[in-house]
């Protein structure tokens, strides 16, 4: 179980989803992530505990000419 994100394009469509990549994703089960309400940190679950990132990691998957929403 790895962790996506998928944008949402200009028109309302939803792009593709990205990987997270490898600095989330490992051979353990990643899951339960969600985004603070500040939008400044991501935090998800592995093997029973809970990590936490800065959100950029999202931003710098973001196709360029997909804005921020």
Same mark, same amino acid.
């Given at each position: 179980? @790895?962790? &996506? *994100?998928? &944008?949402?394009? #200009? @028109?309302? +469509?939803?792009? %593709? $989803? /990205?990987? =997270?990549? #490898?600095?989330? %994703?490992?051979?353990? =089960?990643?899951? %339960?992530? /969600? +985004?603070? $309400?500040?939008? !400044?940190?991501? /935090? /998800?679950?592995? !093997?029973?505990?809970?990590?936490? +990132?800065? $959100? #950029? *990691? *999202?931003? @710098?998957?973001?196709?360029?000419?997909?804005? $921020? #929403?």
């Amino acid at each position: 179980m @790895d962790l &996506f *994100i998928s &944008f949402q394009q #200009k @028109d309302g +469509v939803w792009s %593709n $989803a /990205f990987s =997270l990549g #490898k600095e989330i %994703n490992t051979q353990a =089960l990643e899951g %339960n992530s /969600f +985004v603070t $309400a500040d939008g !400044k940190y991501l /935090f /998800f679950s592995r !093997k029973f505990d809970i990590f936490w +990132v800065s $959100a #950029k *990691i *999202i931003e @710098d998957l973001r196709p360029q000419g997909l804005g $921020a #929403k």
